[in-house]
């Protein structure tokens, strides 16, 4: 719904009515068929973070979980994702992140489609079908319990079929609390990631289970992990995106929920078997109930734990602000409602009136005149003190900006080209960058910054001059987000009348030169900080598109945004 104001929204915390001190509505930026025109095409090694089309307010992660996701409804979802991106309107940012063993980013944020799509189908570190130690699904208990049925049709005795039972609980267990632990750890690392970006971050995590919710009732069991109370992990992890500003958005990647025992695989009873008189076992006895009351167990089970899902689902999605889709087999429809419910939304800022943290529970509630609207929000926090990211202090403002894969700050435009020194140094050459301890094989790269004068305040002096101050960085990290080397500094500039018109006809240049690994694939995160207005700019270049070239680097001018 548009055009509502402050005055629309009733805010209350634990019953007790509060006070709006700001209130902000955005919306999708989209632009009318046909208005998009797209950037003209670069020379080779030369890149732009002018925008395509404008940047909508919100961020967007997929979060691809095998660790909780059977592997053939990963198969599922990857294909789903690829239908989506054939459709994506211009301008929606996405980063793409999988969880197995551990988490790992496919994809920092973009708004090209081409380039998620490769990623994502990238033989080496794309999304591919996994199975952890730790995974365990709806499925894997039907078997266990087709086991059981097995192990009594072979004639196991009623001892040894309690400690096959006693032994399926204990691993179900142990990986239960893996899973936790793993998920947890996951969404903290996401909370921390997106810490940084600004506005509202939709985070839609695909998966067949969910362990965990970060809100948890503790009147309530949890259906897998049986928490009983609020553990202080949780607590962290809801503590982290209530400040990181993420809504979940769980989406069931199973599709339509079937029946597993009702499969023609599954373990049923023929006709000539019965309902009621049970089946031959092993060593010709029958064994009392037989696979019709087992089965008819599995029945009860596995309608059961997909109710205990779509209750976490809508627990999660209801708590951060989100909405749970499952039971549907269009998950491409789904990412699209996300998207666009998540691209327009209002802030709703207010100072509660109990001013006590003591680390207690706090319900929000949020309605509108005459209960016109169903409202999606934030449902409350944790009154903790420390209700922060804790983060290492940093003089460097561009370094949060900077992380690998996070989305371009466009408030500086810069073209910039990258290319190789030709000829390369000698080997025994001095490093280029402030990495000492770089080693093994490397190739030296010229960096090229112009940029734009307008974004620059640039001061005029009593003598002609102007003056100014930038901050101007590259960080290079490999494919797991480790840096690899770095440079860059502060550039104090007093320009004198002549050099002033000339930055006004190209831009304000800037160059580097630094020596990254030759044996794998790099990311360099440029940035630019303009120190008399706080505006900043950044843009990552995975090597692997800057073209080869033994050209000298004059003969290739970089694009004046």
């Keep these: ?31 009318p068929p046909g208005e998009l025109k797209p950037l003209p095409p670069m020379p080779p090694g030369v890149f732009t973070n002018v925008p395509p089309a404008p940047p909508s307010d919100a961020v967007n992660v997929l979060l691809l979980d095998s660790l909780n996701t059977d592997q053939q409804d990963q198969t ?26 551990k988490l790992r980013m496919v994809q920092g944020f973009t708004t090209d489609t081409s380039i998620l799509r490769d990623a994502l189908n990238d033989q080496k570190f794309g999304m591919k079908p996994t199975r952890t130690s730790a995974s365990r699904t709806l499925s894997d208990k039907v078997d266990d319990a087709q086991d059981l049925q097995r192990m009594w049709d ?104 079937t029946e597993h025992v009702m499969d023609p695989t599954g373990y049923l009873p023929t006709d000539t078997e019965g309902f009621g008189g049970g089946i031959a076992g092993g060593g010709g006895q029958h064994s009392p109930g037989g696979a019709a009351s087992h089965c008819m167990g599995c029945y009860a089970d596995e309608n059961a734990a997909r109710s205990d899902k779509i209750m976490v689902m809508e627990q999660l999605a209801a708590d951060t602000g989100g909405k749970a889709f499952y039971n549907t087999n269009d998950l491409n429809a789904a990412m699209q409602h996300a998207i666009a419910d998540g691209s327009h939304y209002y802030t709703i800022v207010y100072s509660p009136t109990n001013k006590k943290m003591d680390g207690s529970y706090r319900r929000i509630e949020i309605k509108v005149p005459e209960n016109k609207y169903g409202l999606a929000y934030r449902r409350g ?40 020194v030709n000829p390369q140094p000698a080997a025994n050459a001095p490093r280029a960058g402030k990495n000492a301890k770089l080693a093994g094989p490397t190739k030296r790269y010229s960096v090229d910054f112009m940029i734009r004068w307008t974004d620059v305040r640039l001061e005029p002096t009593s003598d002609g001059k102007h003056t100014g101050k930038l901050q101007v960085e590259l960080l290079a990290y490999d494919r797991e987000g480790h840096a690899v080397n770095w440079v860059g500094g502060t550039q104090e500039m007093s320009l004198a009348p002549d050099l002033y018109t000339a930055i006004q006809h190209s831009g304000v240049p800037a160059h580097f030169q630094i020596d990254l690994p030759v044996d794998q ?39 004046t945004p």
Excluded: C
Excluded at 400 to 412: E, H, I, K
């Design 76 to 101: 599922y979802v990857h294909q789903q994702i690829l239908d989506f991106l054939k459709t994506m309107q211009p301008g929606i940012r996405v980063a793409v992140f999988v969880l197995g063993e």
């Design 1 to 31: 719904m548009n055009g509502l104001r402050a005055k629309d929204f009733v805010v209350m915390e634990d019953g007790k009515p509060q006070t709006v001190d700001y209130f902000e509505e955005h919306s999708a930026r989209t632009l």
């Design 381 to 420: 926090y944790n009154a903790d003190d420390s209700l922060a990211i804790d983060t290492k202090t940093d003089t460097d403002p561009l370094h949060p900006l900077m992380l690998r894969g996070m989305p371009s700050a466009t408030q500086l435009l810069y073209g910039l080209r990258v290319l190789p």
């Design 154 to 257: 072979l004639g196991i005795s009623p001892t040894g079929l309690e400690a096959i039972t006693a032994m399926q609980a204990g691993v179900s267990s142990y990986q239960g609390e893996q899973r936790v632990g793993m998920t947890l750890q996951a969404l903290d690392n996401i909370g921390r990631f997106l810490a940084g970006v600004p506005g509202r971050k939709n985070l839609i995590w695909f998966a067949s289970s969910f362990p965990i919710t970060v809100f948890p009732n503790s009147r309530e069991k949890h259906p897998e992990t049986q928490l009983h109370e609020y553990s202080a992990a949780v607590k962290e992890t809801a503590d982290l995106l209530t400040v990181s500003k993420v809504a979940v958005y769980p989406v069931g990647a199973e599709g339509m929920m």
């Design 521 to 559: 694939e790099v990311f360099l995160e440029t940035g630019v900080y303009d120190w008399a207005t706080g505006k900043a700019g950044t843009l990552e270049v995975p090597l692997r598109s800057v073209t080869a070239t033994t050209a000298s680097t004059s003969s290739v001018q970089p694009k």
